[in-house]
T-cell receptor
Framework: QKEVEQNSGPLSVPEGAIASLNCTYS??????FFWYRQYSGKSPELIMS????GDKEDGRFTAQLNKASQYVSLLIRDSQPSDSATYLC??????????FGAGTTVTVRA | DVKVTQSSRYLVKRTGEKVFLECVQD?????MFWYRQDPGLGLRLIYF???????EKGDIPEGYSVSREKKERFSLILESASTNQTSMYLC????????????FGSGTRLTVV
């Protein structure tokens, strides 16, 4: 079983819609969770971090964490063409090591 | 603005050459990492370092070595470059706990011909 799994995508949404990205992890003891955005040909950029159960909102982005279900998600509201990118879920698995999912590619159709 | 800087954005080398990729961070981070990223394979950890002169192998260390002589600098060395090492190489750094995630450099696109 992979440490971090994401819905494989690709995900295509119309402009203005909500994009929903999902991620599950295997280590029940994980405490820190991150979402990275990676534009084609560029490096990953941290956009959200979440540490407690519930929702965390930052602008049009909402991260949701459910430790009991070992599930973390990212919602992108009012999706814009500039949100077209690959989104990587990352989970701190022990000490300082992050485990990354394979990524979900999102395309926002104008 | 805090930064992780990789010395080259694009690099073309010949098979058999020794290749040095340099990474410098200005965040006083203890941990530094080298990844490669290939289509369909995601991020794969090559080596990491948690302190000066300390290094640990990641998932795919074969054909690579690293050097960390100063806290802010972490170098990746391809001892004898091969075409299967053509890839995007990403350097990252983090605090000792890793609680705030990693900060990535802009990446080096290496082509070995």
């Amino acid at each position: 079983q992979k440490e971090v799994e994401q819905n494989s995508g690709p995900l295509s949404v119309p402009e203005g819609a909500i994009a929903s990205l999902n991620c599950t992890y295997s280590d029940r003891g994980s405490q820190s969770f991150f979402w990275y955005r990676q534009y084609s040909g560029k490096s990953p950029e941290l956009i959200m971090s979440i540490y407690s159960n519930g929702d965390k909102e930052d602008g049009r982005f909402t991260a949701q964490l459910n430790k009991a279900s070992q599930y973390v998600s990212l919602l992108i509201r009012d999706s814009q063409p500039s949100d077209s990118a690959t989104y990587l879920c990352a989970v701190k698995v022990y000490d300082y090591k992050l485990s990354f999912g394979a990524g979900t590619t999102v395309t926002v159709r104008a | 603005d805090v930064k992780v800087t990789q010395s080259s954005r694009y690099l073309v080398k010949r098979t058999g050459e020794k290749v040095f990729l340099e990474c410098v961070q200005d965040m006083d981070h203890e941990n530094m990492f080298w990844y490669r990223q290939d289509p369909g394979l995601g991020l794969r950890l090559i080596y990491f370092s948690y302190d000066v002169k300390m290094k640990e192998k990641g998932d795919i260390p074969e054909g690579y070595s690293v050097s960390r002589e100063k806290k802010e600098r972490f170098s990746l060395i391809l001892e004898s470059a091969s075409t299967n090492q053509t890839s995007m190489y990403l350097c990252a750094s983090s605090s000792s706990s890793g609680d705030y995630g990693y900060t990535f450099g802009s990446g080096t696109r290496l082509t070995v011909v």
